[in-house]
Structure formats: C-alpha cells, structure tokens
T-cell receptor, first 115, second 114 residues
C-alpha cells in the first residue's frame, strides 16, 4: 500500500532563508505522481508543485522546487528566499497511476517564518 | 472562478444526530473525494467517487456513507454522529485519467460533535 511520511512536525526559519521540507514515500507501483500542497491558517488547500515518477528533471514552480530522489524514495520541497506569507502547513501527497485515482497525504509540516 | 463549494463552514451537532455535509463543484470533474483532517494525522480519505452513483471506500469509511446523485454534487453522511467524528472535513474534485490531475479543494467544514 502506498504511504507518505513527513518527519518534521514543525519548522522555524528566518525570513529570506531557504527551507527544505522532507517527504519520503513508499509504493510498489513504478508509475506515480507526487504533489505538494500548502494550507494557510485560512484552511484552504493550495496546490504548489507536481512531479511524475518518470520525469527526468526536478519540478520547479517559481520559488518552489521539488528535490526528487527516486532511488531514495524522497520528494523534498525546497522553498527559496522564504517570505512571511510562506508560514503555513505543508502536505506531501502521492497518487499511484495504476490503481485508484486517490491521493494519499502525509502528516504535514507546520512551517513558521520568523521576521 | 472555478470552485469546490462546501455548504457549511462550521457545524455543531449532538451525539446520535444524522449529519449531512454537502459539496458542489462547477468544473465538470469526474472524481470527487471526502477527506478528514486531524492534527498529526494529515488528511485521510473517507470515500471517493469516479462517476455518478458510484462510490469507493477510502482508508477510514467506518461510520460514514456518501451519495452522488449528480456529477457536480457529492454528499458525506454521518448516520449517527459520535464525538470521535469531530474533525475538519475537506471535499475535493479532479479530472479522471492522468495521474498528474490536481485535486481542487473546498474551504472545509469544521464539525464539532457534542
């Protein structure tokens, strides 16, 4: 069964620093997709970035990049030049392509950016 | 602006009551999902649906049922609410097919069962 693990319940970072949020996954499906979502205090879930298991390049979206290490089964989110507005919960998620279309989420990491 | 709309943002119910959580999407998405979110546990899938009148159990379906009579609407039903169902409930939808299809979420419904 697919599983996502986020081992950092909380992180504190100074504004303008880069931050890496860890995510490891487990699956027996060779074809899968990895997602990161942001949830600010307002509660909405905001899609940030996607990485396919067969993508050759690491995904990037503005200040967000996904450090995809397939052999280690890790998909860490890197936020460059952090801003106060980056303070939020961050969730890593995975979808296996072969099976159901469901998305399985990790436990989340609460990121706090200090001024 | 395309949306997933959850009918109630906050609900307070009593143990044993029947509870309906409604979700409507205007994106013509085939897939719809209900998750519950609890601190330290992340989001856990309750039920999902690929099509009208179709449903699949997720990881924690016990104590819940769902209804999808129309493509745009997916309802979560708590037949007899219990205090351990106090939680944030999130509805989401997506297109069917590609693994890259992004889930679009509603704003959430925070349910308190007394």
């Amino acid at each position: 069964a697919q599983k996502i693990t986020q081992t950092q319940p909380g992180m504190f970072v100074q504004e303008k620093e880069a931050v890496t949020l860890d995510c490891t996954y487990d699956t027996s499906d060779p074809s899968y997709g990895l997602f990161w979502y942001k949830q600010p205090s307002s509660g909405e879930m905001i899609f940030l970035i996607y990485q396919g298991s067969y993508d050759q390049q690491n995904a990037t979206e503005g200040r967000y990049s996904l450090n995809f290490q397939k052999a280690r089964k890790s998909a860490n989110l890197v936020i460059s030049a952090s801003q106060l507005g980056d303070s939020a919960m961050y969730f890593c998620a995975m979808r296996e392509i072969q099976g159901a279309q469901k998305l399985v989420f990790g436990q989340g990491t609460r990121l706090t950016i200090n001024p | 602006d395309v949306k997933v709309t959850q009918s109630s943002r906050y609900l307070v119910k009593r143990t044993g009551e029947k509870v309906f959580l409604e979700c409507v999407q205007d994106m013509d998405h085939e897939n719809m999902f209900w998750y519950r979110q609890d601190p330290g546990l992340g989001l856990r899938l309750i039920y999902f649906s690929y099509d009208v009148k179709m449903k699949e159990k997720g990881d924690i379906p016990e104590g819940y049922s769902v209804s999808r009579e129309k493509k745009e609407r997916f309802s979560l039903i708590l037949e007899s609410a219990s205090t351990n169902q106090t939680s944030m409930y999130l509805c989401a939808s997506s297109l069917h097919g590609s693994g890259a299809n992004v889930l679009t979420f509603g704003a959430g419904s925070r349910l308190t069962v007394l």
